[in-house]
Structure formats: structure tokens, C-alpha cells
């Protein structure tokens, strides 16, 4: 079934750990579960320093995706938030998951060359270089990754 879908970047706050991240996932997971959302969110650690990036997937109807948006987008444990990419696709690429998660570790990244910069700010403008379906099979391809 055809779906919508918003792929976003922001910069952390900070340095959100384990629990920082915990948090988030599960008021996403309750969320958008209720809601028909999917998708998946990325962390990667800036390699020095605090911050980092957020890169997430959101799929789900239009205006609950739009909804979901603006809600995040209000969230203060992140900033500068640029959208990516926005359309419809024929199907949902996180069908089961309410919010699917990784950290993009060093190690994790080393297998996708081109996203290795993927936590520093000034990766995000080369992010909106890339595709939108480029971006939505690094997701997918970064969530199959061995680690
Ligand atoms: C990077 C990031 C991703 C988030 N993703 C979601 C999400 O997918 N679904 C969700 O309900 N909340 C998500 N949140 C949390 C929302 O921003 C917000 O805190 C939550 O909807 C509760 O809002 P409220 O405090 O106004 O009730 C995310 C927050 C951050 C920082």
C-alpha cells in the first residue's frame, strides 16, 4: 500500500547517552504505534567533542507524519533540523517496527563509506546532495549491517 514518508537530519544537544536514547524510543515506540507510524532513527556521535547527528525515518499517513513533525521538531534535545526528503512510496521499508534504532558507531559506519561523516555538523549540507532514495537505502542498508 502506497505510504508517506519525511526523512529528517538534526544535530544533537549535547551528548545524549544510553538513557537519553532509551527515553526517546520509548515515547516514540508508545507513540507511533498508536499513531501508524514506522521507521527507523539513526545517533552517530560527532568524533569529538559533544554532539552528534540524528538522521530518522518517519513513515506513516500524511498528516500524522506531519503531526509527528512538528511534535519532534519542538523537542529541544535536538537542533538545526533539516528535512531531506519527503514523498510517497509504493510500501513501508520498517513495516514492524513502531521506531526502529542504531548507533552509528565508528565501526559500524566504516562499512558505508559515504555516511562516514555522518556525525559531524558539517556533513549535513553533503546530505542533502544525496538522493532521497540514496538516503532511505542507507537506513535500510545500515539496519541490516552485521555489526
Ligand atoms: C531525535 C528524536 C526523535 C524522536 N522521534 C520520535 C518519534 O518517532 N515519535 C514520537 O512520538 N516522539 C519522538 N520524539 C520525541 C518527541 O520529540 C516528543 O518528546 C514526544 O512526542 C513527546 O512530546 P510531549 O512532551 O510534547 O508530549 C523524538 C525526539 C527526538 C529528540
Known amino acids: 500500500m502506497p505510504i508517506d514518508y519525511l526523512v529528517y537530519v538534526s544535530q544533537a544537544a549535547g ?11 520509548k515515547a516514540s515506540r508508545a507513540y507511533n504505534a498508536a499513531h501508524g507510524i514506522t521507521g527507523m532513527l539513526i545517533y552517530a556521535p560527532a568524533r569529538t567533542g559533544s554532539g552528534g547527528s540524528f538522521l530518522q525515518l518517519l513513515e506513516g499517513e500524511a498528516g500524522e507524519i506531519e ?5 519532534i521538531f519542538a523537542d529541544g534535545r535536538h537542533h538545526t533540523k533539516v528535512v531531506l526528503a519527503r514523498g510517497t512510496r509504493p510500501e513501508r521499508a520498517f513495516d514492524d517496527w513502531s521506531m526502529a534504532f542504531r548507533a552509528a558507531t565508528p565501526g559500524r559506519l566504516a562499512a558505508f563509506p ?11 549540507d553533503k546530505l542533502q546532495g544525496h538522493s532521497a532514495d540514496g538516503v532511505l537505502d542507507f537506513l535500510r542498508d545500515f539496519w541490516e549491517a552485521e555489526d
Open 15 to 25: 551528548r545524549p547517552g544510553e538513557a537519553d536514547i532509551a527515553a526517546i524510543l
Open 67 to 71: 503531526r509527528l513533525r512538528a511534535r
Open 114 to 124: 559515504a555516511f562516514a561523516d555522518l556525525g559531524e555538523a558539517f556533513f549535513h
